[in-house]
């Protein structure tokens, strides 16, 4: 477990000055619109306090903080500095209040039930544990308050799946190597979404931790929304 968080720490910390293009690249520019559908869907709204696990470059935390406004707060947590550097830089651009902490998601800083809604995009699948990083975000919870989890998608169609698998082998991981000049992090993300749990193994994870869960497939399968509600 120490070793895939070094190694984690280390492939952001490489990846983070071209993270944001090579993800409007490499989803053909819909990785935002799939970010506006979960706050939207996970019904982020005025007044409510909400913490965005593995923030990264603050794209997810800045859509709840147009929505949280002033009356609410949003907390922002990362493992990687360089990658919280950049989403502060872009928050001042927007002109948004959002807290920004360094942390591990495994180990969240926050005493229960401290948040109305934990939201995390694109990340279950690089968490070290990841029962633990999920039981961990459901803790800082209130009762019926909601988990967002927006991750990469697996297409119902096998064909298409196959596809889009090959895709994040080849041309993705070609656009993330023209970009940074390093092959392996993209390697590692594309390998990683192949890896990582089906929707079904997915659910059931989240329903063993007690939530009731709603799986939302986005895109034709390309990106996969669930909001879990702690019961």
């Known amino acids: 477990m120490t070793q895939k968080r070094s190694f984690i720490q280390r492939l952001f910390t ?27 869907r996970g019904g982020i709204g005025p007044g409510q306090r909400v913490l965005d696990v593995c923030a990264g470059t603050g794209d997810l935390a800045i859509l709840c903080a147009r929505e ?48 109305d809604r934990a939201v995390i995009g694109f990340s279950t699948r690089n968490l070290a544990d990841l029962t633990a ?33 090959a895709f994040l082998l080849t041309l993705a991981r070609m656009i993330g190597c023209v970009l940074t000049g390093r092959c392996w992090p993209f390697t590692y993300l594309a390998r990683s979404v192949r890896q990582f749990l089906t929707p079904k193994e997915f659910v059931e994870r989240l329903q063993q931790l007690g939530a009731s869960v709603v799986y939302v497939p986005l895109s034709g399968g390309l990106a996969s929304l669930y909001v879990a509600t702690k019961r």
């Open 14 to 40: 490489n990846i983070a000055p071209r993270y944001d293009r090579f993800n409007r690249l490499a989803s053909f520019g819909m990785d935002q619109g799939w970010r506006r559908e979960a706050v939207r």
């Open 68 to 115: 949280v406004r002033g009356d609410g707060a949003v907390i922002g947590v990362d493992f990687t500095a360089a990658m919280l550097a950049r989403a502060a830089r872009k928050q001042q651009k927007h002109g948004l209040r959002i807290a920004w902490l360094q942390g591990d998601a495994l180990a969240l800083p926050f005493p229960d039930r401290s948040f």
């Open 133 to 165: 990083g999920l039981r961990e975000m459901l803790r800082v919870l209130r009762a019926q308050g909601q988990l967002i989890v927006l991750e990469t998608g697996y297409p119902a169609n096998p064909l298409i799946r196959a596809g889009y698998q």
